[in-house]
């Protein structure tokens, strides 16, 4: 039996993930650089990436001067992005099924509840869990696990909604059925492991999916 939903953030609710890699680009074409694209493309949806942004400045760069550009070009990508297509109609279809709704976010509780809050989704979750309240971020199973002890359910009686690679092996490892929901950003992620991958929440209907995973 189905008893709860639980959303990633980051590229499955709002996509901020298209948003910060526009945001470094338009750092390195106000300086007039050449942009690596798909270097950065494939840092999306990794909690420790490793590569450096702002090579191609050169050694003596202002590195904190570009970060503070790129912050401003982000918030407002940010601030123009919509909610994406089927998150509020699904959200909606599972409160008045009386399922439980959570949120497992890589992403720190100020960034995560201020856009829920400036997009009006903050009181669609029941429950909330970010980087810092586990021990390990995505791709470990913590957060997905402090959601289910929260919710005192056990994992196949919880839905996991991911956008990439690192958030369906979370759900996969906590044990969740897990729904990929690729963006433009993480279409080449790997996503072999997941129980369903569609292209848009929009594809999903909540009665479909208990009838998938709730028997």
Known sequence: MI??????????????????????????????????????TRSVGHADYAFDPWKGFGTGADRDLLETERKAFNIRRNEAQPILPGVVELISEARAAGLKVGLASNSGHPHVEGHLGRLGLMGSFDFIACRGDVPSPKPEPDLYRHVLNHFGIRPREAIAFEDSHTGTLAAKRAGVWVVAVPNVSTGHHDFTHVDLKVASLADCRLKDLVSRFGA
């Open 3 to 40: 008893r709860a939903l639980i959303f990633d953030f980051d590229g499955l609710i709002l996509d901020t993930e298209t948003a910060l890699i526009d945001a470094y680009g338009d750092v390195h074409e106000s300086h007039g650089l050449a942009f690596d694209r798909p270097l950065f």
